[in-house]
């Protein structure tokens, strides 16, 4: 079983900035392969997209809701991908998500939560 593991969740006032991780561990899993996605869900909300990133990490894509304030990368070398946050509003208070996808592969990690508040 593939385990995908998110960190760097935690508050910070609005403006501030945050560096997500997802981790992903399992002796066959090529990271490499797999397109990986960030995810959120807040409060009484459906999960969405926020900015996914494909295999090679050639290709970007965003919400447009984090457009100029969020970017996604991955290290295929320690199988992670990261989000970096910055001028962080309220309304991206939410549990964020990874996700890693590959021909009908799909996996979840558990989530890590981001709030901002001052």
């Known amino acids: 079983q593939v385990q995908l593991v998110e960190s760097g969740g935690g508050l910070v006032q609005p403006g501030g900035s945050l560096r997500l991780s997802c981790a992903a561990s399992r002796l066959t899993f090529t990271f490499s392969l797999y397109a990986m996605t960030w995810y959120r869900q807040a409060p009484g909300k459906e999960r969405e997209l926020v900015a996914t990133?494909?295999?090679?990490?050639?290709?970007?894509n965003y919400a447009d809701s984090v457009k100029g304030r969020f970017t996604i990368s991955r290290d295929n070398a320690k199988n992670t991908v990261y989000l970096q946050m910055n001028s962080l509003k309220p309304e991206d208070t939410a549990v964020y998500y990874c996700?890693?996808?590959?021909?009908?592969?799909?996996?979840w990690g558990k989530g890590t939560l981001v709030t901002v508040s001052s």
């Open positions: 996700n890693a996808k590959f021909d009908v592969r799909d996996y």
């Open positions: 990133i494909s295999s090679a990490g050639g290709s970007t």
